[in-house]
């Protein structure tokens, strides 16, 4: 079972908690483009969004992390300015919004929570995988980013930001800053 947030009459307080949430974790992928440039834990973040997050807020996560990634990448890591740069960047995006859409269509059935979470992050990380990998065939990129080693290394940089994002996203709730939805209004979510 996943905790998508409910759409209810008062928005106020809820979309307060959620927009705090989404500038949390787009600050926590800051620090993770810092650290790990091209690897920021994207895939992380649309496994979360697809469980924990309505489809609009979730969408609204997934691309204000992917902005921030972009941000730090082209102002304060100086990324080049080129045609080519914009095109892996935008390839980027799409693949981590198609990473989101797959996780949320894959969690859609009632699933016990440890297989959701499994689900949705296998599913996020294997389509946003195969976006980079069809844009880079696209690209005609020979480089070696989809090497095992790098991939394997792209994988446990997501893993690791999704433990962490599951744990923020616990103590958030017994925070109140989000709330979990009710179980008859996920299916509305």
């Given at each position: 079972m996943t905790d998508r947030?409910?759409?209810?009459?008062?928005?106020t307080t809820s979309q307060t908690g959620s927009a705090i949430w989404i500038a949390l974790i787009a600050g926590l992928t800051v620090v993770g483009s810092f650290a790990y440039?091209?690897?920021?834990?994207?895939?992380?973040?649309?496994?979360?969004?697809?469980?924990?997050?309505?489809?609009?807020?979730?969408l609204a996560?997934?691309?204000?992390?992917?902005?921030?990634?972009?941000?730090?990448?082209?102002v304060l890591?100086?990324?080049?300015?080129?045609a080519d740069s914009y095109?892996?960047?935008?390839?980027?995006?799409?693949?981590?919004?198609l990473g989101y859409l797959a996780a949320r269509?894959?969690?859609?059935?009632?699933l016990?929570?440890?297989?959701?979470?499994?689900?949705?992050?296998?599913?996020?990380?294997?389509?946003?995988?195969?976006?980079?990998y069809a844009a880079g065939v696209a690209f005609g990129?020979?480089?070696?980013?989809?090497?095992?080693?790098?991939?394997?290394e792209v994988l446990t940089i997501n893993l690791i930001a999704y433990v962490g994002f599951l744990l923020i996203h616990r103590a958030a709730v017994a925070l109140s800053l989000v709330k979990t939805a009710q179980p008859s209004a996920q299916a509305a979510a």
């Open positions: 947030t409910a759409t209810t009459g008062s928005l440039a091209c690897a920021a834990p994207l895939a992380a973040v649309a496994a979360l969004a697809a469980l924990k997050m309505g489809r609009g807020e979730g996560l997934v691309i204000v992390s992917w902005l921030a990634n972009q941000f730090v990448g082209f890591l100086s990324y080049p300015h080129t095109a892996w960047g935008a390839a980027i995006g799409v693949s981590a919004v269509a894959a969690t859609q059935a009632k016990s929570e440890p297989v959701a979470l499994a689900a949705a992050f296998a599913v996020a990380f294997v389509v946003y995988q195969i976006g980079l990129y020979e480089g070696d980013a989809f090497s095992t080693a790098i991939v394997t």
